[in-house]
């Protein structure tokens, strides 16, 4: 039984074949392989996924962007951005949607497979798991696991999104600077990566 079905939207062939590959190694069903905006929209509405991986950057009159926005708005199906891209003013475009993530290229297993499944289980979640999860404060953060209030806050904003480029943002720190706090966290909490600290907070506050 497969964790979920995707639609992977991809404009270069040997790029959506290692997307695939990475996926299926995941345990999810690539149900479809799409190389524009419009072939997207289509195929979301035809195959229902539980996720969509996005490109950014596509063939056709429509980006990623674009697409993502329709599907997400009108279709109600999570999309996570795949990008190279580094131009501000085209991140910042992606973050105006109600996206569910990045996965920056070069790919990697472990950042696809963090992402996807944090997106697929929580456009799962029942309204009175989501009450559950906003009721986790930082006092609970600072007594159980012995963080400072600062790490906890950082820990609660990396539930509601593991994207590190949108926290950095939101909190205007450097990336390296807030990696260096999730490594002090990750040393605190007896893990060594954002799905490993997450899964530890999942199982430490019953939080399935």
Do not use: W
Not at 19 to 29: F, G, H, P, S, V
Not at 106 to 125: G, Q, Y
Not at 171 to 194: A, C, E, V
């Amino acid at each position: 039984m497969p964790n979920g079905k995707l639609v992977i939207v991809e404009d270069d062939r040997t790029t959506a074949s290692i997307i695939r590959l990475l996926a299926q190694k995941c345990d999810y069903q690539v149900i479809d392989i799409v190389s524009t905006g419009d072939d997207a929209i289509h195929s979301v509405k035809k195959n229902t996924p539980d996720l969509v991986l996005m490109d950014i950057k596509l063939d056709g009159l429509i980006d990623g962007i674009t697409a993502a926005h329709t599907i997400i708005s009108k279709l109600n199906v999570p999309v996570v951005y795949i990008t190279s891209y580094n131009d501000d003013s085209i991140l910042q475009r992606a973050r105006l949607t109600d996206h569910s993530g990045f996965i920056n290229k070069p790919l990697r297993e472990v950042d696809l497979r963090t992402t996807i499944n944090f997106a697929v289980n929580n456009s799962r979640k029942k309204p009175e798991d989501q009450t559950k999860k906003k009721k986790l404060s930082v006092a609970e953060l600072v007594n159980t696991l012995e963080l400072t209030k600062s790490e906890s806050h950082l820990v609660l904003k990396l539930i509601n999104n593991p994207d590190i480029v949108a926290i950095s943002d939101e909190s205007n720190i450097t990336i390296n600077t807030l990696r260096t706090h999730l490594k002090h966290i990750y040393r605190k909490t007896y893990t060594n990566s954002k799905a490993g600290l997450l899964m530890k907070i999942v199982n430490e506050f019953d939080c399935n």
